[in-house]
Nanobody, 129 residues
Framework: QVKLVESGGGSVQAGGSLRLSCVAS????????MAWFLQAPGKEREGVAI????????DYADSVKGRFTISRDDAKNTVTLQMDSLKPEDTANYYC??????????????????????WGQGTQVTVSS
């Protein structure tokens, strides 16, 4: 019922910036939170940032606080992840996710990948030193 399409990945040197976008199609009744996850080779998928579609403060993983910013554009059904001061350890495949949850204040730490129903195909981010 919900399709997510990411764009904006690429290669950048350490200290650089990238901007990822996720466009959602489908009825908004099927999700009230959107999030970004990353998965490095050989590692589990982990949360990066989450934002509610009806407002409220976003939440970030400690590893990206102060460097990444998640935002949404309701008119365009788009969630964006602005990534600044990139580090080589940020290298991963980044996924957009959406889900419908009862929590009024979800945090990225509690919203594990298994809880999200809808996923994009992923976009690769490579940061070289």
């Amino acid at each position: 019922q919900v399709k997510l399409v990411e764009s904006g990945g690429g290669s950048v040197q350490a200290g650089g910036s990238l901007r990822l976008s996720c466009v959602a199609s489908g009825h908004r009744a099927y999700y009230n939170y959107m999030a970004w996850f990353l998965q490095a080779p050989g590692k589990e998928r982990e949360g990066v940032a989450i934002i509610a579609t009806n407002g409220g403060s976003p939440d970030y993983a400690d590893s990206v606080k102060g460097r990444f910013t998640i935002s949404r554009d309701d008119a365009k059904n788009t969630v964006t992840l602005q990534m600044d001061s990139l580090k080589p350890e940020d290298t991963a495949n980044y996924y957009c996710a959406a889900g419908l949850f009862r929590e009024t204040r979800a945090t990225i730490a509690t919203m594990t990948p298994a809880r999200f129903e809808y996923w994009g195909q992923g976009t690769q981010v490579t940061v070289s030193s």
